[in-house]
T-cell receptor, first 113, second 113 residues
Framework: DQQVKQNSPSLSVQEGRISILNCDYT??????FLWYKKYPAEGPTFLIS?????DKNEDGRFTVFLNKSAKHLSLHIVPSQPGDSAVYFC????????????FGKGTKLTVNP | NAGVTQTPKFRILKIGQSMTLQCAQD?????MYWYRQDPGMGLKLIYY???????DKGEVPNGYNVSRSTTEDFPLRLELAAPSQTSVYFC????????????FGPGTRLTVT
């Protein structure tokens, strides 16, 4: 039973355009969401996060939007750069105590020059 | 700061052999985690620890054991290796206390033949 779903295995965009990566979740007890970026042969690195009490968080070119009623979040990258080409994982934390994260399967983003 | 370090980077095991994957962090983080990532899949939690002397099972603990004798180290033991344990293993740590971002090591690629 997948609690965090990234339904697009891959996404290809042109340099300078917007990249939108999507994530859906099923557990209403999730209260914190994170995006990680992973290059080949490296560990994931933290990118941006959002608490369930917010609907938007912005950090430079990266913005995460949260729609709690739809149980949906998205990561926007504007403008996209070739160095953004990587696998992006959505992760969620359950409310209360545990620090454990549940990860989606990832979306491979390719930004073409 | 080295962050989270893992050794070895690569290992090939024969079926039935045992080995220990090493993980260390120098950020004085209380929380540590072991994940495995199979091709095309997200990260699945094997074991985690909320502090020295305290460990607990994650989603896929069978075939593995952990110990946490110090804050810095969190080794993962594989007993009687099986082909199903062929995977990339990531260790991570987080500060806890409302700091949910996990910091990952570079990973260990393990092949069991």
């Amino acid at each position: 039973d997948q609690q965090v779903k990234q339904n697009s295995p891959s996404l290809s965009v042109q340099e300078g355009r917007i990249s939108i990566l999507n994530c859906d979740y099923t557990n209403s007890m999730f209260d914190y969401f994170l995006w990680y970026k992973k290059y080949p042969a490296e560990g994931p690195t933290f990118l941006i996060s959002i608490s369930s009490i917010k609907d938007k968080n912005e950090d430079g070119r990266f913005t995460v939007f949260l729609n709690k009623s739809a149980k949906h979040l998205s990561l926007h990258i504007v403008p996209s750069q070739p160095g953004d080409s990587a696998v992006y994982f959505c992760a969620a934390k359950t409310q209360g105590g545990s620090e454990k994260l549940v990860f989606g399967k990832g979306t491979k983003l390719t930004v073409n020059p | 700061n080295a962050g989270v370090t893992q050794t070895p980077k690569f290992r090939i095991l024969k079926i039935g052999q045992s080995m220990t994957l090493q993980c260390a962090q120098d950020m004085n983080h209380n929380y540590m985690y072991w994940y495995r990532q199979d091709p095309g899949m997200g990260l699945k939690l094997i074991y985690y620890s909320v502090g020295a002397g305290i460990t607990d099972k994650g989603e896929v603990p069978n075939g593995y054991n952990v110990s946490r004798s110090t804050t810095e180290d969190f080794p993962l033991r594989l007993e009687l290796a099986a082909p199903s344990q062929t995977s990339v293993y990531f260790c991570a740590s987080s500060g806890g206390a409302l700091s949910y971002e996990q910091y990952f090591g570079p990973g260990t690629r393990l092949t069991v033949t």
